[in-house]
């Protein structure tokens, strides 16, 4: 997206929020966790940037999901940090590409914990990819007014339109 000098950008102030400083395994494990626990963010934010294809017109629905980030794991590590702890690391070291097929053991205790102190349920498999509606209190978008070319003229009837042929010299012919 090409930028002009009338465009408005945000200020410093209102892109710096705080970051989840976590680890890809770390967040991988807690992944389906948070995905249920923040769905109602997450949708509103995506739902945001596929309406207004504007990330600067998301900024505050950027920072709700990134808000309940932090609510998540702060309960998970109030909740679950033992848990947790040896799930992520399982998952750390059992292959390269960081697989849950091997931590099937550790997953089953974290589920556990995790339903009865924080009260999010593992969600089963395929929860993400199935088509879920998402009420938003979010005004639709007011699309702008498609402004279509003047019409092409209709080509001539061959069977009513008179051709003129112009008589060329004798030399002309073949």
Known sequence: MAYRTDDWLPSY???KVPELELTSSVLRAGSLYF??????????FMLCNAELNDPRKC???GKAVTRCGFEFFGKVKKNC???FNQYWKCI?????????????????????????KVGVERPPIGYFSKV??????????QLKE????????????????EVKTKIYPKYYHL
């Open 81 to 83: 940090l033992g848990e």
């Open 132 to 141: 879920r509606v998402h009420h938003t209190d979010r005004p639709k978008p």
């Open 146 to 161: 498609h402004i279509l070319p003047e019409p092409m003229p209709e080509p001539p009837d061959p069977k009513t339109t």
């Open 13 to 15: 102030e209102e892109l």
């Open 59 to 61: 900024l505050a629905e």
């Open 92 to 116: 750390d070291h059992s292959d390269s590409d960081m697989a849950f097929k091997n931590c099937r053991k550790t997953q089953a205790i974290l589920d556990t914990c995790m339903t009865e």
């Open 35 to 44: 995905g249920k626990y923040c769905d109602n963010q997450c949708k509103e």
